[in-house]
């Protein structure tokens, strides 16, 4: 029998768990030396299985575990083998720079490490089972499996407390998403009357009411885990929490998982979409983005920063799903398999660019200890792989060309300006006004990267001792390596992207890009037609080059030569520190300003007269306030009216026992005819 | 009068049983003394085995005999003696006070006794059995106890007022179907006994935590 990829795919995962199990028996320094590269291996080969996958139809198979009578489905069709491509690729990367990134705690913490990498390989296998799961039974015990080994994760330092409360928020919220996958796939099947496997749920169609209110309890579910607003809460406080391969993961890859889902539930699951589902999710998706986005220029830690900056992303991607389904819906094929190819490019970009920050960010935080950006800074000149690795990664979030963030979040930007006309003639109005909101976030987004980049890596060191700081050693150069190489990839041949991803556009919406995107040769992307708009990376990054190249000859050519080395002007006032360089805070000052009504904001100033002067500015989530205190307020006030019921009396309990019985007689006594 | 037919003084001697049950269910509701309360309990137990006996006898069902001795042995002999022992152990013969006060009691308690009858008339009509005028009394026992339970303040006639619950259950049991399975009226039987036992232990822990069986004291454990 021939090795189909769905059965390397199962491969893989037993794999994956079988290095997990293995961890728990293997010392923690021979586990961190042997496993982690093998887990990296894997993935590779996981991505390989992808790829392979890719190319060819859906296959099939039934496992014999899982309850009687209902045993484990498995499929992997292209929208998995698309997935489980972006969790090797990233997850190779990752992996690798883990060797590394945990000798510290292999040595010092054996036991906790064990428990680490068994919740590692763990975690990683219920993600490879998500994507090909064909029943929702094993969806959701994948999904959940999922969710406890990244609760885990994100406690490994439970020690402290804001970790345990981060931890806390995550698994609630965690869920609460659980719970409304579980109606969603419940209403799904009602009325097949057969059991959960997807195969019978695609073939059942439900009434408008009832597919509706499907789609809102998975947009709830898939929302809750992708960090939709107002569902966003539990992000920036769990993947900073998190160790940073971890947090890598979780941004790069656990978010997408939700995306995957979505994508299964409404393309696969739900039959026909209503036009307002495809308006909510752009709505939401920019809202989410927006505000993701304001919060990353405002903050000061950097893991939290590049958390609030994943919030911005998957808004950014939720939004094109939002399109995809809005022009899906109207029939506009063509420009429905724009958005959706640029959505899912733009999660592969994400997984790399993002995974390679959080892997930048764990290195500073473990060379430094110091996650404040106020403390940091001129570590270029003692972190230098750190500092170029990470300058790709800033420079393709910021979605500059060449690199890869720049071509999905132009794709996507073309599929707003295209905007066929669609049946309702005010979404026509709208629908621009999500291009500004794009565009808007792009330069936001920016502006983070380059507050992040510059008070990290650049200026003087605000009170660290420089020459304590070390760079990364060779496990973690080749992990960010790998994801900078993939950023730089990707960026470089967006058509062969998109014709890797044709399959997957035609077996959602029934169109593909790649003829013709690649219409014009393998050099140039052509979303639509010419005359409106391609892009070549290759050229432009040759102009660059040449140009950066020439200017430099020539500056060498016709300088004269005459060399003067003085200190920079320092306006007149002699006795700088390097405190007075621009902090983090003061860099997102006129952010702050600017969109005052966005944030919580609490503010101490000090008044002149202060001999010890200080200064405390917090911004805070308003929808904290918005959304969850009149929650709690309102449930705390239930439960006091049940508290009245709970009187500590037997008789009193009795009693209720009574008239319920009462009731309850007489009530069949009334019903009788 | 060729033939004097058993049937009719039987079936008289039933609602005399019947009845009877539902009057010890009144007194047990006014009775104050914990021991006198024991006492009609036995007494009961006794009138629900005759009419147990009396329906086995009428209806020529053997499985009922059994019923009736089981009910006599436990109901009447082993339940009342244990109770005895435990309140000369605990030294508990009297019951202070009820909850409400007992005329108001009784006049629920008929109010109760309207209610089940009105309850018992249509489900009796469906009943094929000849015992099925007993139903609205067996429904009506069985919410006296219930009543009794809620009014006391002490632990022991609350525990009596759930073996009586039990009787009147029984007697329901019987007079819509002829009985339960014979195993599941051993099952009741056993629990009912176990049950005493694990009261009779509560009992001792109660007043060891709380030098007293008043289950006021119990409204402690609940938390501000």
Redesign the interface.
Known sequence: MPLLPLDLVGLILTGWSGLGLLGLVLPARLGRCLLFPLIAGLSALMAGAGLWALQGGAQTLVLPIGLPGMPFHLRLDVLSAFFLTLLGLAGSGISAYATGYFRHMAETQPGDFQRLILLYALFLASMGMVLVADDAYFFMVAWESMALSSYFLVTTDHEIPAIREAGFLYLLMAHLGAIALLLCFGLLQSGTGGDYAFATLRHHSLTSFWSSTAFILALIGFGAKAGLLPLHTWLPEAHPAAPSPVSALMSGIMLKMALYGLLRVLFDLLGQPLWWWGALLVGLGSLTALFGVLFAAVQSDIKRLLAWSSVENMGLILSGLGLTLLFHGAGQETVAALALAAVLYHALNHAFFKGLLFLGAGSVLHATAERNMAKLGGLIRVMPWVAGLSLVGALSLAGLPPFNGFVSEWLLLQAYLLRPDLPQPWLNMVLPLGAAVLALVGALAGFAMVKFYGIVFLGQARGLVLSEVQDIGVWERFGMGWMALGCVLLGLFPSSVILQLDTVTHALVGQGLGASAARHGWLWVTPVSANRASYSPLILFAVIGVSVGLTFLGVRRFFHGRWRRAPAWDCGYPFQTARMQDSADGFGQPIKQIFESFFGLSREIPSPFDSHPHYHSEVRDPLWALCYLPLVRGVARLVKWVGVL??????TY??FS?TT??AL??L??GS?P | MSHWNPAPFAQQLLDLFASLLLLIAFAMLSQRRILTLIHLFAWQGLILTLSIADSAWLTHQPHLYYSAALTLIIKVLILPLLLHRLIRRLDVVWDVET?INIPTTMLVGIGLVV?SF??AL?ISHFSSTILRNTLGIALASV?LS??M?????KAVP?VIGFLALENGLFLAATSATYGMPMVVELGVALDVLVGMFIFGIFFFQIRETFDSLD??H??????E
């Open positions: 709970q009187q500590g009396r037997i008789s009795l009693l009574f019985l009462m007689l007489a069949v006594t009788r | 909850l209610f009105n309850l249509p919410l219930f009543m339970m809620i009014t006391r303040r609350q289950i006021r119990m409204e402690k454990l609940k938390e």
